[in-house]
């Protein structure tokens, strides 16, 4: 079938019964507990079926922590809450594969959990019914301790510690995540998280003659806390944000006036190319002009009149007009030689 649950084997019985014996059984994932397999034959005669029974063992699955790598405290007052369900957009949970498959229920799969911090406290709100399995870990002290002295309310105890460790559900140790407190540590901490499924597994009928070694998963969070800025930064801050608006204003606005100014002056060089354009050339104020000296060039090499300079003068006093001397041009012509 297309879902990998019906297989069909057409033939003779000789080659049907050496393919039945590499048939591989495929259970879904983390299942542990009894399946069933039918096998079907048909023939002309009818059809008979048969049921085998298939028992799948379990197999201890290591547990899981599903946190981030880093955490932005927010800072309220001297405690900040590690976990904002609300705001907070990432995984924070713990949880074990073999979970799901357990016989005894989820309120029977214990499992050892603890969360340390490298700087400052940690404060929570347990229930009750972990006081007999909470041990603490106090500043400067590198051994676990049983909790001495403890006030209760409401069936909780509130327990400041720089670590906590206790012995409970899946369940229990979410919760402590949800609402579990940092205390101090001004520069941040490191946030370590173990848990240990105690060898719990997915076991099937008699769990006492089978034993798994305990299986551990452990994280780090860096627990990083804003700082509040003071007053003086703040107003330096603000400062500086205006200051630095004004000086962008001001080069926009000259950045605008230049390229105003530029743009006209290109518009008045236009208009004034355009008048000189149909403006009339006057011949007579040509040749009336202040001018001594003509030299014209492109027939004969420049060397020759630079050595006969023409020179005119133009008589004031005189009322007579003095015809400008004459300039005849005679092309030279060159005969091409003819190779001997």
């Known amino acids: ?64 922590i599903d946190v981030p790598q880093y955490i932005m ?12 369900r609300e705001t907070d957009k990432f995984n924070f949970s713990v949880g074990d594969p073999d979970l799901a498959s357990f016989p005894g229920g989820e309120s ?53 510690a720089s670590g906590i460790r206790f012995r409970g559900t899946i369940k229990q140790c979410n919760d402590l ?37 305990p299986l551990h998963a452990k994280a780090h969070v860096n627990l990083i806390r804003k700082r509040p800025l003071s007053s003086l930064a703040a107003h330096v801050l603000g400062s500086v944000i205006v200051v630095e608006s004004l000086i962008v204003f001001s080069l926009a606005t000259l950045l605008l006036f230049f390229t105003c100014k530029c743009a006209f002056l290109l518009v008045h060089e236009k208009r004034n190319e355009q008048k000189n354009s149909h403006k009339p050339t006057d011949n007579a104020q040509v040749l009336n002009g202040n001018v001594s000296t003509r030299t014209i060039t492109g027939c004969l090499p420049e060397s020759i009149w630079n050595r006969h300079p023409l020179q005119r003068q133009v008589g004031e006093t005189s009322g007579e007009h003095k015809q400008s001397p004459e300039i005849n041009i005679t092309p030279l012509e060159l005969d091409k030689g003819t190779s001997s």
């Open 1 to 64: 079938g297309e879902d990998g649950r019906l297989l069909i084997l057409e033939g003779q019985i000789g080659v049907i019964n050496p393919a039945l014996q590499s048939i591989q059984y495929l259970g879904n994932e983390n299942f542990a507990g009894v399946d069933s397999l039918r096998l079907s034959t048909r023939n002309k005669n009818g059809i008979n079926q048969l049921d085998v029974p298939v028992f799948v063992e379990p197999v201890n699955d290591p547990p899981f």
């Open 73 to 84: 405290l927010e800072s309220n007052g001297s405690e900040s809450l590690i976990f904002h």
């Open 108 to 160: 029977l799969f214990l499992v050892t959990f603890s969360v340390e911090v490298t700087d400052g406290f940690l404060l929570a709100n347990l229930p009750s019914e972990l006081i007999n399995s909470t041990e603490l870990k106090l500043r400067n002290v590198f051994q676990w301790q049983p909790i001495q002295t403890y006030a209760a309310i409401s069936k909780h105890v509130n327990v400041k």
């Open 177 to 213: 995540m949800q609402q579990l407190l940092h205390h101090g540590g001004e520069n941040g901490a490191v946030l370590t998280l173990k848990l240990s499924d105690m060898g719990n597994y997915g076991c099937f009928l008699d769990c006492t003659e089978r034993i798994s070694l």
